[in-house]
Every structure is written in C-alpha cells, then in structure tokens.
C-alpha cells in the first residue's frame, strides 16, 4: 500500500481513494494548509496579480 507524509505534520498516510483529505492525514491539516495558501494570496493586491498574468502571457508570445 502507497503511503505519503502529510504535508502539513509530516505524519504518514496511507494513499487510498478511501482518503478524501490526501495527501494530508486529516481535514484539519489540509484546512490549515490550504488557510495558509489563502492568506498569502490576500497579501497581494489584486492589481499586481492581473501584471503578473500579462507579464506571463507576453512571455508566451
Ligand atoms: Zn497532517
């Protein structure tokens, strides 16, 4: 059986369909991953996210 670390606590998880929270052992850590992600996002303004995206896309060109 596949098994991870949880990204959050670093404990083991076994990777199965049956773990709707992985790769995170619990909900409780994969809110308190994701509430992280959320209030680095909210730092940005939004303005400097749209010159961010169009710096991409003329890198694209
Ligand atoms: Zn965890």
Known sequence: MKKVNCP???KE????????FKPFCSERCRL???GAWA????????SSIILDEEKILEREE
């Open 39 to 46: 209030s680095e996002k909210h730092r940005i303004p939004g």
């Open 8 to 10: 959050k606590c670093k």
């Open 13 to 20: 998880v076994i990777w199965s369909d049956k773990n709707g």
């Open 32 to 34: 308190l991953d994701l």
